[in-house]
């Protein structure tokens, strides 16, 4: 258990509670054109942005604890920071370096795995998105994993690639499996063989969070394991070929399954291995649950659970320990706000819909499951719509807002933690009309939680965990937008590297500290400065707060 905090030197506790309001995937853009932040009307961030302290925060790169700058920031990164107080180094860095020094190839895991699978006979089967996104995978992790495996003696491996065009190019896949099939086609030989064997768009298949629509999971198990669906001969076939019938944008596309002569190449049998090669957890705990859960497991019928070794790329629960076998450890997130805050004995309350529930809970404390205090902690998950969101672009904000005023009335917690999922669950679809509905159904919710803070003294801290809605349209090197085929400019799904804003409406501000900012800080610095703002100093070791002295 970690001390307690110490009263603020400087900083007075306010009347009323500190509501941290994370506007998921709302930045500061850098273009005129596809920024539908800008282009929204929201009367009251543009009020209190003109008349309150503010800053920009960095929210991408080694600022949150990527292996680069090249890297987008992303929500899971994005809330351990903020909820964190520091910056770990992550799982794309972490994976990087334990496939660089060798040290995953050396692990018992690795080496149980490929021993089944030779023991066997059997298949080593790799599970994830084919993308070089690194926000859940990264393609060159699972290359670098095949020609291990040849090199360990496996003779056969399938991959089950799900299409991203989420945390990269809308309609990049090809870029992708094109490189990897031929990349599978010249490590092949007499004696291994190396295809891509299903797959689908990540939206589609296999990867739902949060439980918010297991059916999800299901086509990915039937597309996977048994290797139901439309056949083709190749990935590259697919893809084409669904994309003309269908329209979809990647992440959409529809399942596919990779046959020979109508004999799917790669369902998964009793005595394979499987790796999913997904670092990250909140996508990767569902269909974990379905290769390990027993006779118990009742959200879908399975109809046919082989005995496999199953192993994750990551343990992705640290709590509950899933999957029961991983390839590399996790970053040990430790001292995080909330446990702080428990043993100072502060009341806190979080809240989101089902999309973004575990980002607030899960990520916000350090990718912990579980709460550190029933007494004191309070968590609520609005239930998401089960539709594409472009479809109700204004999500739950209307409900997370009516239940966050009710808590500030109600008088009882001394932090709110909520997360708005708008700009960045609205920004993956591209439509950019629906992110400015959404951003302006934003504004109007953020607008009453604004006067429940001020009715109730409080503070309203409005930032974000990385951008998304303020970077709509693809841009080429040069700052010019990309124009695809029919002369309209390509959308861009992707989450963007810019900074959030960083707000801070102090409703009774007692000139205690300097109305001016620190700037230059990344958002790992939310931590120190709610707790500041809740009277307490913040730990030695925390980043730097953005409050500073008059
Ligand atoms: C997703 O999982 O939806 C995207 O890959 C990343 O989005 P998030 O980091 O905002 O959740
Ligand atoms: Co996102």
């Given at each position: 258990?970690?001390?307690?905090?110490?009263?603020?030197?400087?900083?007075?506790?306010?009347?009323?509670?500190?509501?941290?309001?994370?506007?998921?995937?709302?930045?500061?853009?850098?273009?005129?054109?596809?920024?539908?932040?800008?282009?929204?009307?929201?009367?009251?961030?543009?009020?209190?942005?003109?008349?309150?302290?503010?800053?920009?925060?960095?929210?991408?790169?080694?600022?949150?604890?990527?292996?680069?700058?090249?890297?987008?920031?992303?929500?899971?990164?994005?809330?351990?920071?903020?909820?964190?107080?520091?910056?770990?180094?992550?799982?794309?860095?972490?994976?990087?370096?334990?496939?660089?020094?060798?040290?995953?190839?050396?692990?018992?895991?690795?080496?149980?795995?490929?021993?089944?699978?030779?023991?066997?006979?059997?298949?080593?089967?790799f599970i994830g998105l084919l993308s070089d996104g690194n926000v859940h995978s990264h393609v060159d992790h699972l290359k670098a994993m095949?020609?291990?495996?040849?090199?360990?003696?496996?003779?056969?491996?399938?991959?089950?690639?799900?299409?991203?065009?989420?945390?990269?190019?809308?309609?990049?896949?090809?870029?992708?499996?094109?490189?990897?099939?031929?990349?599978?086609?010249?490590?092949?030989?007499?004696?291994?063989?190396?295809?891509?064997?299903?797959?689908?768009?990540?939206?589609?298949?296999?990867?739902?969070?949060?439980?918010?629509?297991?059916?999800?999971?299901?086509?990915?198990?039937?597309?996977?394991?048994?290797?139901?669906?439309?056949?083709?001969?190749?990935?590259?076939?697919?893809?084409?070929?669904?994309?003309?019938?269908?329209?979809?944008?990647?992440?959409?596309?529809?399942?596919?399954?990779?046959?020979?002569?109508?004999?799917?190449?790669?369902?998964?049998?009793?005595?394979?291995?499987?790796?999913?090669?997904?670092?990250?957890?909140?996508?990767?705990?569902?269909?974990?649950?379905?290769?390990?859960?027993?006779?118990?497991?009742?959200?879908?019928?399975r109809i046919r659970v082989p005995k496999v070794e199953y192993a994750g790329m990551m343990e992705y629960d640290g709590d509950l320990h899933?999957?029961?076998?991983?390839?590399?450890?996790?970053?040990?997130?430790?001292?995080?706000?909330?446990?702080?805050?428990?043993?100072?004995?502060?009341?806190?309350?979080?809240?989101?819909?089902?999309?973004?529930?575990?980002?607030?809970?899960?990520?916000?404390?350090?990718?912990?499951?579980?709460?550190?205090?029933?007494?004191?902690?309070?968590?609520?998950?609005?239930?998401?719509?089960?539709?594409?969101?472009?479809?109700?672009?204004?999500?739950?904000?209307?409900?997370?807002?009516?239940?966050?005023?009710?808590?500030?009335?109600?008088?009882?917690?001394?932090?709110?933690?909520?997360?708005?999922?708008?700009?960045?669950?609205?920004?993956?679809?591209?439509?950019?009309?629906?992110?400015?509905?959404?951003?302006?159904?934003?504004?109007?919710?953020?607008?009453?939680?604004?006067?429940?803070?001020?009715?109730?003294?409080?503070?309203?801290?409005?930032?974000?965990?990385?951008?998304?809605?303020?970077?709509?349209?693809?841009?080429?090197?040069?700052?010019?937008?990309?124009?695809?085929?029919?002369?309209?400019?390509?959308?861009?799904?992707?989450?963007?590297?810019?900074?959030?804003?960083?707000?801070?409406?102090?409703?009774?501000?007692?000139?205690?500290?300097?109305?001016?900012?620190?700037?230059?800080?990344?958002?790992?610095?939310?931590?120190?400065?709610?707790?500041?703002?809740?009277?307490?100093?913040?730990?030695?070791?925390?980043?730097?707060?953005?409050?500073?002295?008059?």
């Amino acid at each position: 258990m970690v001390e307690p905090l110490k009263k603020h030197s400087f900083i007075q506790k306010r009347r009323g509670p500190v509501v941290l309001c994370i506007m998921d995937g709302v930045g500061y853009g850098k273009y005129e054109t596809g920024d539908a932040v800008k282009a929204a009307m929201t009367e009251t961030l543009d009020e209190l942005a003109a008349s309150c302290p503010k800053t920009a925060l960095k929210a991408h790169g080694v600022a949150v604890g990527l292996p680069s700058d090249d890297d987008m920031g992303n929500s899971e990164v994005g809330h351990n920071a903020i909820g964190c107080g520091r910056v770990f180094a992550q799982g794309a860095k972490l994976v990087g370096k334990s496939i660089d020094s060798g040290r995953m190839f050396e692990g018992e895991t690795w080496q149980k795995l490929m021993n089944n699978a030779k023991d066997n006979d059997g298949t080593l089967h790799f599970i994830g998105l084919l993308s070089d996104g690194n926000v859940h995978s990264h393609v060159d992790h699972l290359k670098a994993m095949i020609v291990k495996a040849k090199e360990g003696g496996v003779k056969t491996v399938r991959i089950h690639a799900l299409l991203d065009g989420r945390d990269v190019g809308e309609m990049s896949a090809l870029d992708f499996f094109d490189p990897t099939e031929a990349f599978l086609a010249d490590i092949s030989d007499d004696n291994f063989s190396a295809r891509i064997a299903s797959g689908g768009g990540r939206m589609q298949i296999t990867m739902d969070r949060y439980q918010a629509n297991w059916s999800i999971v299901e086509k990915g198990w039937a597309t996977h394991v048994l290797g139901e669906g439309e056949l083709f001969a190749s990935a590259h076939e697919a893809i084409v070929s669904l994309r003309e019938r269908t329209e979809a944008i990647d992440q959409d596309l529809p399942p596919f399954v990779i046959a020979d002569e109508g004999v799917p190449v790669g369902t998964i049998e009793d005595g394979d291995s499987v790796i999913l090669f997904n670092f990250r957890g909140d996508r990767a705990l569902e269909i974990t649950n379905a290769f390990e859960a027993g006779d118990e497991f009742d959200k879908f019928d399975r109809i046919r659970v082989p005995k496999v070794e199953y192993a994750g790329m990551m343990e992705y629960d640290g709590d509950l320990h899933v999957p029961a076998q991983y390839l590399v450890t996790p970053p040990a997130i430790d001292r995080t706000m909330a446990e702080y805050l428990v043993a100072t004995g502060v009341k806190q309350y979080s809240i989101s819909e089902t999309q973004k529930f575990g980002h607030v809970t899960y990520f916000f404390n350090g990718n912990k499951t579980g709460k550190f205090s029933e007494e004191l902690e309070t968590y609520v998950e609005v239930p998401s719509d089960v539709v594409p969101f472009e479809q109700r672009p204004a999500m739950k904000c209307a409900d997370i807002a009516d239940k966050v005023i009710e808590t500030i009335q109600g008088g009882e917690y001394e932090l709110i933690k909520l997360n708005f999922p708008n700009g960045d669950m609205v920004g993956h679809t591209g439509v950019f009309q629906a992110v400015v509905c959404s951003m302006e159904a934003m504004d109007l919710s953020i607008g009453r939680i604004k006067k429940a803070v001020q009715e109730a003294g409080g503070v309203l801290i409005l930032s974000a965990d990385h951008g998304n809605s303020d970077d709509m349209l693809e841009h080429n090197k040069k700052g010019d937008l990309v124009i695809k085929e029919n002369g309209k400019p390509r959308a861009k799904t992707s989450h963007s590297l810019n900074p959030v804003p960083c707000i801070i409406y102090d409703a009774d501000y007692k000139g205690d500290y300097s109305e001016t900012l620190v700037e230059g800080l990344g958002i790992s610095s939310l931590a120190a400065t709610t707790i500041n703002l809740l009277g307490y100093e913040a730990p030695e070791d925390y980043d730097k707060s953005v409050l500073q002295k008059k």
